[in-house]
């Protein structure tokens, strides 16, 4: 296979394509800074830089004396191109060598592409053709085989088709593409395929849609809504004051072509646009397929009789037609395939796809040519080597970036590209010293990648060929964060609350993050509830009682506009700043009220009530652990918590006694040694804890498993297998929060498959319906519900009594459904 | 294969939602309103950065209006409007730069912006 060609491209007025063959398939290389399959033929000059392909396309209706595109039907004549910017004029010959050597950067990482197949349209004469040939030949091909486009097309076919072997006959392909049309007769006769007839028109093709989509459907509804003394000249000349609106009004008109291909209306929004009478008008056009097909129908009716002129020349009637191949980017719009069909009674043949086909044949045809030079490595590459001077890091929008060249840079080129897509610098000839302002992407990690090609295209190999600049990250040589800040939440488990990470040990300064959480009872208007919002700065694992709160907002009845119901969202927003100031949003989505503050780390922030609350909460907690352990008669442990228990009842009694507003430093004092104790609580219980949370754990395990091998699926298997296999990292830490969070998920795993076992199922049915029938609110929809999962049960409908046990429960009084605590008011 | 088209499939259905969203901010920007709106829609793209796709990739999307715009720029599918092709300015934009972050950092580009673009002299002469 080395010594085949290999290598396809179409050369196309519009579009080119490149296309390989490798082991009886065909690869299309993506253009490496747009991702698509086409490269424009457009070439574009700027000073001592070239730039082809989208980037050129854009500019190549405003200044075509520097930009050029549509050389391709220049080929072969005398004509040439002046270039405005250079003070020189270039041949299309040239231009195309400028198209095919763009089309080499494409395929990267493989050897040097010294031969190609290249394709020309079927009217191109002798002349044409070698001009063509001549433009691969400097393109740094050593040898090109050219291929007639319909013939190109018509491998790609017999190649994709492989079961449906061409078999002698003849056939039309018929080429649509977004500016031009062809049309071939291609005929096959003893394993010969040759072109017998060919017509076209080099300025038809999809872009002429998009236009009378708006010039046809959207002026007349810009005119019935608004007044325009002048639309059309308004809108199309460039010095118009609708011009932009213009070019905006024709991409939205292609998308809603693209849109009109699959479905059978699409809409063109208007907006934006301010009347003669200075009113701005909004409103949306739709468009029917219909309409579509009534505005093109005059232009696809030309091009059918292209077909009829043929086969009226050649004297054929539809039945000595295989089909009609259809290709180019505008045969995808259904009209033009029926229509196509309707007219000519041929049958229409869509097997390929439109934009690449050429290509593709191309790629075959040459996977069966041998080269025929020999393939020599060039013995002395050139060698370079590059200095490069940057700042690895920074705030700026763009960098400046320098290198200095050493060695042979005579007749080489370099271009820099931003590895997302986004910046393509354009090819400029390497000098010994080059600088570019790079333009950065904010907050992210820009890479770059430096190239540098022989005046061929072939890329010169280089020790270090990457740029990379850490926009907006350069904090990562700056503050990290010191401990755990976490949000104190309600926990549904214990009863207690517990701390939910908002930004973990070690995260970097500044950092945001957004909560959204389910308030979970509701807070009345007017009442003397609250919502608390409370930042804790220390380790997750901690209680939270041991941790410094480093912001607090308390959301009181008295302060909403309207009751906050159990179920409804609060959004929490948390941001720090790099000098450590934290701001705390809570938004209420039910009465649509902001509560925010800002806390700077100089100042803490207590608040008396604050503290009374949490030492009362404390003195729960070790009063609940000490009749637990004296329970265990773990005498030792009850000793060491009295301590900690007659403590903490000393600085309640200190902070009962402080008025609210107090200004002293005593109420900080309290909040230090509160956290002392808490802290000294959670050592003396973390070990009891942990242990439970690992039995728990086991236990789980256990009986997930047996679910998941009796009623499981592979999914939950799957899932199952993705929790356990942390097990060794999370049993063995010290984190309870970690333990529980594992457990969390293996119970809910574990629910999801109770649920749909009938057992489980009709257990839980007897257990409401049974056992506390006489504790159900609604008696009388309940029995309802209780026949109705009878007979579930009777007919083994397993989903209803599911959906009815569901129901069931939501009779039982609430305290019932769910023992939770909402000191916090949300979990 | 199959799986390959739904996963395509799916994500062309969140770039068509994200250009949606993108629209309706547009339009919101003209609209005197308390900002509760506002809140939903940065709800919806906190949920396509932090959500939708996991916890470490996102989609978010950049308008790049008012920005530069020049031959290098290749983030955008620009048309431009108006005779003079110097000191272009980004005047309008139809859909705008979408990016796939991913926890390594770099942001890749998967819907490049497609904008109208006019040159900064033309504006400046106007206001003359």
């Given at each position: 296979?080395?010594?085949?060609?290999n290598?396809?491209?179409d050369?196309g007025?519009t579009?080119?394509?490149i296309?390989?063959?490798v082991?009886?398939?065909v690869e299309?290389?993506?253009?490496?800074?747009?991702?698509?399959d086409?490269?424009?033929s457009?070439?574009g000059?700027?000073?001592d830089k070239i730039?082809?392909?989208?980037s050129?396309k854009?500019?190549s209706e405003?200044?075509?004396?520097?930009?050029v595109a549509?050389?391709?039907?220049?080929?072969?004549t005398?004509?040439?191109?002046?270039?405005k910017?250079l003070?020189?004029?270039?041949?299309?010959?040239?231009?195309?060598?400028?198209?095919?050597k763009?089309?080499k950067l494409f395929?990267q990482n493989e050897?040097?592409?010294d031969?190609a197949?290249?394709?020309?349209?079927a009217?191109f004469d002798?002349v044409q053709?070698?001009a063509t040939?001549?433009?691969?030949?400097?393109a740094g091909?050593k040898?090109?085989?050219?291929?007639?486009?319909?013939?190109a097309?018509s491998?790609?076919y017999?190649?994709?088709?492989?079961?449906?072997k061409?078999?002698?006959?003849?056939?039309?392909?018929y080429?649509?593409?977004g500016?031009?049309?062809?049309v071939?007769?291609?005929?096959i006769?003893?394993?010969e395929?040759?072109?017998l007839d060919h017509e076209?028109?080099?300025?038809l093709?999809?872009r002429?849609f998009?236009?009378?989509?708006?010039e046809?459907?959207?002026?007349?509804k810009?005119k019935?809504?608004?007044?325009?003394?002048?639309?059309?000249?308004?809108?199309?000349?460039?010095?118009?004051?609708?011009?932009?609106k213009y070019?905006s009004?024709?991409n939205k008109?292609e998308?809603a072509k693209?849109?009109?291909?699959?479905?059978t209306a699409?809409?063109?929004?208007i907006?934006n646009?301010?009347d003669?009478n200075s009113k701005?008008?909004?409103?949306?056009?739709?468009i029917?397929?219909?309409e579509?097909e009534?505005l093109i129908k005059?232009q696809?009716?030309n091009?059918?009789?292209?077909i009829?002129?043929?086969?009226?020349k050649?004297?054929l009637?539809?039945?000595?037609?295989?089909f009609?191949?259809?290709?180019g980017?505008s045969?995808f719009?259904?009209?033009v395939k029926n229509r196509?069909?309707?007219l000519?009674q041929v049958?229409?043949?869509s097997d390929?796809d439109p934009t690449?086909?050429?290509?593709i044949?191309a790629?075959?045809?040459?996977?069966?040519?041998a080269k025929n030079?020999?393939t020599?490595e060039?013995k002395k590459k050139t060698?370079v080597k590059?200095k490069?001077?940057y700042?690895?890091?920074?705030?700026?929008?763009e960098?400046?970036?320098a290198a200095?060249i050493?060695?042979s840079?005579?007749?080489?080129?370099?271009?820099?590209t931003?590895?997302?897509?986004?910046y393509?610098?354009g090819?400029?000839p390497?000098?010994e010293?080059i600088?570019e302002?790079?333009?950065l992407?904010?907050d992210a990690?820009?890479f770059?990648?430096?190239i540098i090609?022989?005046?061929?295209?072939n890329?010169?190999?280089?020790d270090n060929?990457?740029?990379?600049i850490?926009?907006?990250?350069?904090s990562?040589a700056g503050q990290p964060?010191p401990h755990?800040?976490c949000?104190e939440?309600d926990?549904t488990e214990?009863?207690?609350?517990k701390?939910?990470?908002?930004?973990?040990?070690n995260?970097?300064l500044?950092?945001?993050?957004?909560?959204?959480?389910?308030?979970?009872r509701?807070?009345?208007k007017n009442?003397?509830?609250?919502?608390?919002i409370?930042?804790?700065?220390?380790p997750?694992s901690?209680?939270?009682?041991?941790n410094q709160?480093?912001?607090?907002i308390?959301?009181?009845?008295?302060?909403?506009?309207r009751d906050i119901?159990k179920?409804?969202?609060?959004?929490?927003?948390f941001?720090?700043?790099?000098?450590?100031?934290?701001?705390?949003s809570a938004?209420l989505?039910?009465?649509?009220?902001?509560f925010k503050?800002t806390y700077n780390p100089?100042?803490r922030?207590?608040?008396?009530?604050?503290?009374k609350?949490?030492l009362?909460?404390?003195?729960?907690?070790?009063?609940?652990e000490?009749?637990e352990?004296e329970?265990r008669?773990?005498?030792?442990?009850a000793?060491e918590?009295?301590k900690?228990?007659?403590?903490i009842e000393k600085?309640h009694?200190q902070?009962?006694?402080?008025?609210?507003?107090s200004?002293?430093?005593?109420?900080?004092q309290i909040e230090d040694?509160k956290?002392?104790?808490a802290?000294e609580?959670?050592n003396?219980?973390?070990?009891?804890y942990?242990?439970k949370?690992?039995?728990?754990?086991?236990?789980?395990?256990?009986n997930t498993?047996?679910?998941?091998?009796e009623h499981g699926?592979d999914?939950?298997?799957r899932?199952?297998?993705d929790?356990v296999q942390?097990?060794?990292?999370?049993i063995n830490?010290n984190s309870?929060?970690?333990?529980?969070?594992?457990n969390?998920?293996l119970?809910?795993?574990?629910?999801t498959?109770?649920w749909r076992?009938?057992?489980f199922?009709i257990?839980?049915?007897?257990y409401v319906?049974?056992?506390?029938?006489?504790?159900?609110?609604?008696?009388?929809m309940?029995?309802?519900l209780i026949?109705?999962?009878k007979?579930?049960i009777?007919?083994?409908?397993?989903?209803?009594l599911?959906g009815?046990?569901s129901e069931?429960?939501?009779?039982?009084?609430?305290?019932?459904?769910?023992?939770?605590t909402?000191k916090?008011?949300?979990? | 294969?199959?799986?390959q088209k739904k996963?395509?499939?799916?994500?062309?259905g969140?770039?068509?939602?994200?250009?949606?969203?993108?629209e309706?901010?547009?339009k919101l920007a003209k609209?005197p309103?308390?900002?509760?709106i506002?809140r939903?829609?940065?709800k919806?793209?906190y949920?396509f950065e932090n959500?939708?796709l996991g916890?470490?990739?996102g989609l978010?999307?950049?308008?790049?209006i008012?920005?530069?715009?020049?031959?290098?720029?290749?983030?955008c599918e620009?048309?431009?409007?108006?005779?003079s092709?110097?000191n272009?300015?980004?005047?309008?934009?139809i859909k705008p730069?979408i990016?796939?972050?991913t926890?390594?950092?770099?942001?890749?580009?998967i819907?490049?912006?497609?904008v109208?673009?006019?040159s900064q002299n033309?504006f400046?002469?106007?206001?003359?």
């Amino acid at each position: 296979m080395e010594n085949m060609i290999n290598y396809g491209i179409d050369l196309g007025t519009t579009n080119s394509v490149i296309a390989k063959y490798v082991k009886g398939d065909v690869e299309i290389f993506k253009n490496f800074t747009t991702w698509k399959d086409t490269l424009p033929s457009v070439v574009g000059f700027k000073k001592d830089k070239i730039f082809v392909g989208d980037s050129a396309k854009v500019y190549s209706e405003k200044i075509p004396q520097d930009v050029v595109a549509g050389f391709k039907r220049k080929m072969g004549t005398t004509e040439s191109f002046m270039i405005k910017c250079l003070g020189q004029s270039k041949t299309p010959t040239e231009l195309s060598s400028y198209v095919l050597k763009e089309l080499k950067l494409f395929v990267q990482n493989e050897k040097d592409v010294d031969a190609a197949v290249i394709t020309i349209p079927a009217s191109f004469d002798t002349v044409q053709s070698n001009a063509t040939k001549e433009a691969g030949l400097q393109a740094g091909f050593k040898q090109v085989v050219l291929l007639q486009e319909p013939i190109a097309a018509s491998l790609a076919y017999a190649n994709k088709a492989k079961e449906k072997k061409l078999t002698d006959g003849q056939w039309m392909v018929y080429d649509l593409g977004g500016g031009t049309f062809d049309v071939a007769l291609v005929k096959i006769q003893n394993g010969e395929m040759r072109i017998l007839d060919h017509e076209g028109d080099n300025f038809l093709g999809g872009r002429d849609f998009d236009r009378l989509i708006v010039e046809k459907l959207v002026f007349p509804k810009l005119k019935e809504n608004g007044s325009f003394n002048n639309l059309e000249q308004d809108m199309k000349s460039d010095n118009g004051k609708y011009n932009a609106k213009y070019a905006s009004l024709i991409n939205k008109a292609e998308a809603a072509k693209i849109n009109l291909s699959s479905q059978t209306a699409a809409d063109i929004e208007i907006d934006n646009i301010i009347d003669d009478n200075s009113k701005e008008l909004d409103f949306s056009i739709s468009i029917a397929r219909s309409e579509f097909e009534n505005l093109i129908k005059v232009q696809v009716d030309n091009t059918i009789e292209m077909i009829k002129k043929i086969m009226v020349k050649n004297s054929l009637t539809p039945v000595d037609l295989q089909f009609i191949l259809m290709i180019g980017g505008s045969t995808f719009i259904p009209f033009v395939k029926n229509r196509v069909k309707e007219l000519t009674q041929v049958e229409i043949n869509s097997d390929i796809d439109p934009t690449t086909a050429i290509a593709i044949g191309a790629a075959y045809y040459a996977g069966t040519k041998a080269k025929n030079f020999e393939t020599v490595e060039l013995k002395k590459k050139t060698k370079v080597k590059v200095k490069m001077a940057y700042p690895k890091a920074s705030n700026e929008k763009e960098e400046f970036f320098a290198a200095r060249i050493e060695g042979s840079i005579e007749g080489l080129n370099y271009r820099i590209t931003r590895e997302d897509g986004g910046y393509d610098s354009g090819t400029k000839p390497l000098k010994e010293k080059i600088q570019e302002d790079l333009p950065l992407v904010e907050d992210a990690y820009n890479f770059f990648k430096l190239i540098i090609v022989d005046e061929t295209n072939n890329i010169i190999k280089i020790d270090n060929d990457t740029i990379e600049i850490a926009q907006g990250k350069y904090s990562i040589a700056g503050q990290p964060i010191p401990h755990d800040i976490c949000l104190e939440v309600d926990d549904t488990e214990t009863g207690r609350t517990k701390l939910e990470m908002i930004f973990g040990k070690n995260s970097l300064l500044p950092n945001k993050k957004s909560i959204s959480k389910r308030i979970n009872r509701t807070i009345i208007k007017n009442s003397n509830e609250n919502i608390r919002i409370n930042v804790l700065e220390g380790p997750q694992s901690a209680l939270p009682e041991a941790n410094q709160s480093i912001g607090f907002i308390s959301i009181k009845g008295t302060e909403l506009e309207r009751d906050i119901i159990k179920g409804s969202d609060i959004e929490l927003k948390f941001e720090i700043s790099e000098s450590r100031d934290l701001t705390v949003s809570a938004y209420l989505t039910l009465s649509n009220q902001e509560f925010k503050k800002t806390y700077n780390p100089k100042e803490r922030y207590v608040t008396v009530n604050m503290l009374k609350t949490d030492l009362e909460d404390l003195e729960k907690t070790v009063n609940m652990e000490i009749s637990e352990v004296e329970e265990r008669e773990e005498f030792e442990t009850a000793k060491e918590l009295k301590k900690v228990q007659r403590e903490i009842e000393k600085i309640h009694i200190q902070a009962a006694i402080l008025p609210e507003d107090s200004g002293t430093d005593e109420k900080f004092q309290i909040e230090d040694k509160k956290r002392k104790l808490a802290q000294e609580l959670t050592n003396i219980t973390k070990d009891k804890y942990i242990q439970k949370a690992r039995a728990e754990y086991f236990d789980l395990k256990k009986n997930t498993q047996k679910l998941i091998e009796e009623h499981g699926n592979d999914s939950e298997q799957r899932h199952f297998n993705d929790l356990v296999q942390s097990e060794s990292t999370v049993i063995n830490s010290n984190s309870i929060s970690r333990i529980k969070e594992i457990n969390d998920q293996l119970y809910s795993l574990n629910s999801t498959i109770l649920w749909r076992t009938p057992d489980f199922l009709i257990g839980l049915f007897n257990y409401v319906s049974k056992e506390n029938y006489s504790r159900l609110n609604n008696q009388e929809m309940a029995k309802s519900l209780i026949e109705a999962g009878k007979f579930a049960i009777q007919s083994e409908n397993w989903d209803r009594l599911s959906g009815i046990n569901s129901e069931l429960l939501n009779f039982l009084p609430k305290q019932m459904q769910n023992e939770i605590t909402t000191k916090i008011g949300f979990n | 294969m199959y799986h390959q088209k739904k996963l395509a499939a799916q994500m062309e259905g969140m770039l068509d939602t994200l250009n949606q969203i993108f629209e309706i901010e547009r339009k919101l920007a003209k609209i005197p309103e308390s900002n509760s709106i506002s809140r939903n829609l940065n709800k919806l793209k906190y949920i396509f950065e932090n959500q939708l796709l996991g916890e470490e990739n996102g989609l978010v999307y950049h308008n790049p209006i008012n920005e530069k715009f020049d031959e290098t720029r290749i983030d955008c599918e620009a048309t431009i409007a108006g005779e003079s092709t110097e000191n272009l300015i980004i005047t309008e934009v139809i859909k705008p730069i979408i990016r796939l972050k991913t926890s390594d950092g770099l942001n890749q580009i998967i819907q490049k912006a497609i904008v109208v673009v006019q040159s900064q002299n033309k504006f400046n002469e106007g206001e003359n």
